[in-house]
């Protein structure tokens, strides 16, 4: 029995110490597995990984050894190992039904979530067992499992997980209401939308976002009165925070479509403020442009409409049109027409084009532009008959009328006008004078008398009225009509006051041409006597046409024989000019004379010769000295002056055959027989068809007799026959024919006439005629080279073409750039010119070849002189003035040559103004002044608009202004309409050159921008 006990005593023990080393074991492996999950929750993954590892080595059998796989695949995820998926993916396959299973996508999915990695996170939440959760991790899971899909643009996967937990309490709860409520934002569903954000604006994080998505939403179901209230709360509290300017802009387009533009316009302008540009739509920038029109906000307007104008489609068309607008009440009236082109070009609103269409033709009517707004308007009737605007296009087109200078289609339209008043007829009036006076500046006379009666048809205004008949007076004049011209230049005196229209005094002055042209000389006198009282009051003894009267007077005088009168006022033209004294020593001299005061004559006659070698009067002065030397019977000392004729190469005054035959008579009375029928013989053979050839015929006949040598008469005789031949007639006839094609402006024709007469006849006496009217033919058909060698050929003649045809040779070597030759010619016609219009004519031709060589202080001299002179045309003294400017400018004295340029602008309205026009709109762009350069060159264009090259530099120069007022978008316009519409090909050609410029700069700011 003891022994019994002690066995079981020791089989106790025994137990007991295995159990207890048993439990031994169990405590280490627990320490070590409870070591390693305090070093998991510490995120020390490394050395929990060793523990969890050692723990499946020392108890491979116990239940914790399988979740210590499972925290070893945790390990391995959290350190990016790259077998941790395979690790719990495994952990998966071997243990389905492990509570661990369930959970395995979760934790990876909550891995790959915090990293960003939404696919995957997607990958894993999709094996999640939700029964396996609690519910706050169900919650959890429910958010980040919906955050992933939400990246992804699954929204409908999503909402869903959002909706399952949106409504318990947990950390997530205001996000998942927010993604919820965006995703019903996206979808259309604003009522529960507003419901979620509402919930998630509860959380401060989410309050900016939730303000800008229920503003949005209010704005999209077009909800403005509650979106107002809504977004000015929001405003005024700030809980939009950095949303704000995005709230502020709903609220803006809010007004904006409640058409409370004053209100929108404000904020649109704080939105711009902060963001800028960049972000807008197209839309947008369109209803902040509008809405700033009509909040008059006119700049932001601006600002905004450019960048959309231009846009190839409805909204670029609409924003064309309210650009063109506020340009418009911006006073930016140029702006304004180049936006109103836009617009008008495109066909998306026909409304809009055909308020685009009044508004430009309307403008360039305001702007004085008459010759772009007249077929504006035209076209504008023609199109649209029944627009609201026809009655004011009515009446702009006939002020347009009156401002252009297409006269003829103007008087045609009023013409054919059913129902006209007072004020298109006194259009109509203006109209047909304007029409005359170009046509007299073209020199068209017959056509100008035309229009002039068709102007004095009305009598409203007056002043139109009475210049129409004095000009009417002028072209009869020119006409030589002169009876009628009387009477026009009567009217005038009659209608008009002497101090209310200078024309009226100078219809004295021309009534006095028209008499004296007549001849009818005791009826000239007292009207240039009445012209030149009239004058010397108004315009002072200085005048141009005083000064001419008053030499006509004195001729006048002379030729009626009152010769104390007409020296007087020699005498009195003498002393207050010096250009005619030559001419007029030539008249008192032969006044004294006529009066037989021959020492007095013969003395100015020599004062003349001696004082002028190179004055046309020199031949004629000479002649009569040397006449009164053959009275006075010193026939050596005639003989000597009569030489000095006889031998220049040229006989520019035909007095050759004259002074032989004076000659003549002096040999004769010295009884040098032989001498005297030498010069004689000249006579004959050299000018058969000269007045004294038939008297120098018959003195050769005496003399043979008296040396009883008459059958040496015989042969001179039929020489006198042979160059006076019976069929003369017939030969002048061929010659009058080409001539009168000459006179009727059939250049080709009369070419082939002369050419044919000088080649059939080249010894008849109007070869020489006839080779001048064929060079002149050849000039005019701009057959320059035929033109200078026939030209040449007369020089070298020398007969009475030789100074017209000097002038002609130097106009076309100045034509084909020969510039040293054409100084050269003008140089020689110079030394030659006699009368005031040769003299013009020289120093014109030196000032512009002077001034094309760089020669601009020889240029300027002879401009000064033309513009001393005092008797030089108004054209070119106008022209004289252009130079003086040109010079100034090339010498980049500025203020000077606008003095210069303003005074030919002021002159009469030729080329030379319109070139002068220009220069000074050049002289204020070289100077910065932009806008004024561009005011200038408008005035050009309507003043000047017919000198098409200079019209196209103007817009070219405009362009080039707006550039540097950085106007770059009415500059490209600018320049587009050049391309599209100007019919020049070297200034459209320039044009696309300058935009193709400004395109590539623009595209290379846009790289640059984007670059940064």
């Given at each position: ?421 007072s004020r298109i007829h006194t259009t109509y009036q203006r109209i047909a004078y304007y029409k005359a ?129 007409a020296i007087k006022y020699y005498d009195f033209a003498l002393a207050e000019r010096n250009e005619d ?432």
């Amino acid at each position: 029995m003891v022994k019994k006990s002690i066995l079981l005593f020791f089989a106790c023990i025994n137990v007991f110490i295995a159990f207890a080393q048993n439990t031994a074991a169990h405590n280490a492996s627990d320490r070590t597995y409870y070591d390693g999950m305090e070093l998991f929750d510490k995120q020390k993954y490394v050395a929990a990984r060793e523990l969890f590892r050692q723990y499946i080595q020392s108890a491979p059998q116990e239940t914790r050894a399988i979740e210590c796989e499972y925290y070893i695949g945790l390990c391995a995820l959290n350190l990016f190992n790259d077998d941790a998926e395979y690790l719990l993916n495994n952990f998966v396959e071997k243990y389905p039904n492990h509570i661990k299973s369930g959970r395995a996508g979760f934790d990876l999915g909550n891995f790959f979530y915090t990293n960003k990695s939404y696919d995957k996170a997607i990958l894993y939440y999709a094996k999640v067992d939700e029964s396996k959760l609690s519910h706050e991790e169900l919650n959890n899971y429910y958010f980040k499992s919906g955050y992933s899909s939400f990246t992804k643009k699954d929204f409908a996967t999503a909402l869903d997980k959002f909706n399952k937990c949106k409504g318990a309490k947990h950390q997530y709860t205001p996000a998942a209401n927010y993604y919820a409520g965006y995703i019903e934002f996206k979808n259309g569903e604003y009522d529960t939308a507003i419901a979620d954000l509402q919930k998630a604006a509860e959380s401060k994080e989410y309050k900016p976002l939730v303000a800008v998505l229920i503003a949005n939403i209010y704005y999209r179901q077009a909800k403005y009165d509650e979106l107002i209230p809504y977004a000015e709360k929001v405003i005024a509290d700030k809980s939009a925070g950095p949303n704000t300017n995005d709230v502020k802009l709903i609220l803006a387009d809010a007004y904006f479509f409640k058409q409370e533009y004053a209100k929108a316009t404000p904020l649109f302008k704080d939105y711009l403020t902060a963001t800028g540009t960049k972000s807008l739509t197209p839309d947008m920038k369109y209803r902040i442009g509008f809405s700033s029109y009509k909040a008059a906000d006119y700049k932001q307007a601006v600002d905004m409409l450019q960048a959309i104008a231009t846009d190839k489609d409805s909204l670029g068309q609409s924003s064309a049109y309210i650009l063109g607008l506020s340009y418009l009440k911006s006073e930016n009236k140029n702006a304004a027409l180049i936006s109103f082109e836009l617009a008008q070009r495109s066909v998306f609103s026909a409304v809009i084009n055909e308020e685009a269409m009044f508004l430009y033709a309307k403008i360039t009517s305001d702007l004085g532009r008459f010759t772009e707004a007249t077929p504006r308007l035209k076209n504008f009737i023609e199109k649209y008959p029944k627009s609201y605007h026809m009655q004011e296009a009515y009446e702009l087109l006939s002020e347009s009328f009156l401002g252009s200078r297409n006269y003829d289609e103007a008087l045609v339209y009023i013409e054919n006008l059913k129902h006209q008043n007072s004020r298109i007829h006194t259009t109509y009036q203006r109209i047909a004078y304007y029409k005359a006076v170009e046509l007299i500046n073209k020199k068209q006379y017959a056509a100008a008398i035309v229009a002039l009666d068709k102007s004095s048809t009305y009598n409203f205004d007056k002043t139109v009225y009475i210049n129409s008949f004095y000009w009417k007076g002028e072209c009869l004049s020119l006409e030589k009509r002169y009876p009628e011209a009387i009477e026009s230049y009567s009217t005038a005196i009659e209608k008009g006051n002497t101090l209310e229209n200078t024309n009226v005094a100078k219809a004295y002055y021309g009534q006095g041409y028209a008499y004296y042209y007549q001849k009818k000389w005791d009826e000239a006198i007292p009207q240039f006597v009445k012209f030149i009282t009239i004058q010397a009051e108004k315009k002072g003894k200085g005048d141009i046409y005083y000064r001419d009267a008053e030499l006509r007077l004195a001729d006048l005088y002379f030729v009626t024989r009152r010769f104390p009168e007409a020296i007087k006022y020699y005498d009195f033209a003498l002393a207050e000019r010096n250009e005619d004294e030559d001419y007029i020593l030539f008249q008192k001299a032969t006044i004294n004379y006529l009066t037989n005061k021959t020492s007095q004559a013969y003395s100015m006659y020599a004062q003349l010769t001696n004082k002028y070698p190179n004055s046309a009067y020199y031949d004629q002065a000479l002649m009569q000295r040397c006449q009164l030397d053959l009275e006075a019977s010193k026939y050596e000392v005639a003989i000597e002056g009569y030489n000095k004729i006889i031998n220049k190469k040229e006989d520019l005054n035909g007095l050759k055959p004259i002074a032989l035959q004076k000659r003549a008579i002096s040999y004769f009375n010295l009884k040098d027989y032989n001498k005297a029928i030498a010069d004689n013989k000249r006579i004959v053979y050299e000018y058969p068809k000269s007045a004294p050839a038939y008297s120098a015929l018959l003195s050769i006949q005496e003399m043979l007799g008296i040396q009883d040598k008459s059958e040496e008469f015989a042969p001179i005789l039929a020489k006198y026959k042979e160059l006076n031949p019976s069929d003369q007639d017939l030969k002048e006839v061929e010659f009058r024919s080409a001539q009168s094609l000459y006179s009727s402006q059939k250049y080709p024709q009369a070419i082939t006439g002369f050419a044919a007469f000088i080649r059939q006849y080249p010894t008849h006496p109007n070869v020489s005629e006839a080779q001048y009217y064929l060079a002149d033919s050849y000039f005019r058909t701009k057959d320059y080279s035929n033109a200078k060698a026939t030209y040449i050929e007369i020089l070298a003649e020398k007969n009475q073409y030789y100074k017209k045809s000097l002038q002609r040779v130097a106009d076309i070597a100045y034509l084909q750039n020969d510039l040293p030759g054409s100084l050269k010619y003008y140089s020689e016609f110079q030394s030659l010119a006699s009368s005031n219009k040769e003299k013009t004519a020289a120093w014109t031709g030196l000032m512009v070849a002077f001034f094309d060589s760089n020669q601009l202080d020889s240029c300027m001299a002879y401009a000064t002189r033309i513009i001393s002179h005092g008797s030089a045309a108004p054209d070119a003294e106008n022209k004289a003035q252009l130079y003086k400017g040109k010079v100034s400018y090339q010498k980049k004295e500025y203020d000077a040559a606008q003095d210069y340029l303003l005074s030919c602008i002021n002159g009469p309205k030729d080329i030379s103004a319109a070139e002068a026009m220009y220069y000074v709109a050049k002289i204020q762009f070289d100077k910065k002044q932009y806008a004024q350069s561009m005011e200038t060159l408008y005035d050009f264009n309507n003043t000047f608009n017919s000198y098409e090259t200079l019209l196209g530099k103007s817009y070219l120069l405009i362009a080039e202004n707006l550039v540097m007022k950085n106007e770059i978008f009415q500059a490209k316009e600018t320049l587009n309409s050049i391309i599209l519409k100007f019919p020049n090909a070297d200034i459209k050609k320039q044009a696309q050159a300058r935009l193709d410029q400004l395109n590539a700069t623009d595209a290379k700011t846009k790289e640059g921008a984007g670059n940064e």
